[in-house]
């Protein structure tokens, strides 16, 4: 089984910003996808960014002020978002993919971290 947990949330003034992080632990044999994903009120889950090997792909509403990184080493994600909008205001998710040690696929998320972007 493998756990992820979230960090860095918070409220934030518009123009201001956030980094975001996600560690995963369990019986991890490799990771082959990490990515953020985020779910506004009454809206459906949406990608935000995701990390696949050494690719990185942005939802077309956060190109340019987000970046996603990759700690391979400690199996942690991060997400830095910058020049943050109301409209970014959402609970943050955090997914992994990959194999635990056993040779079992996963797909694993994060319990979610509160964004709110307002003056």
């Known amino acids: 089984q493998v756990q992820l947990v979230e960090s860095g949330g918070g409220l934030v003034q518009p123009g201001g910003s956030l980094r975001l992080s996600c560690a995963a632990s369990?019986?991890?044999?490799?990771?082959?996808?990490m990515g953020w994903y985020r779910q506004a009120p009454g809206k459906q889950r949406e990608l935000v960014a995701v990390?696949?090997?050494?690719?990185?792909n942005y939802a077309d509403s956060v190109k340019g002020r987000v970046t996603i990184s990759r700690d391979n080493a400690n199996n942690t994600v991060y997400l830095q978002m910058n020049s943050l909008k109301p409209e970014d205001t959402a609970v943050y998710y955090c997914?992994?993919?990959?194999?635990?040690?056993?040779?079992?696929?996963?797909?694993?998320w994060g319990q979610g971290t509160q964004v709110t972007v307002s003056s």
């Open positions: 369990g019986s991890i044999f490799s990771i082959y996808a």
């Open positions: 990390v696949i090997g050494g690719a990185t």
């Open positions: 997914n992994a993919e990959g194999v635990v040690g056993d040779g079992t696929n996963f797909d694993s």
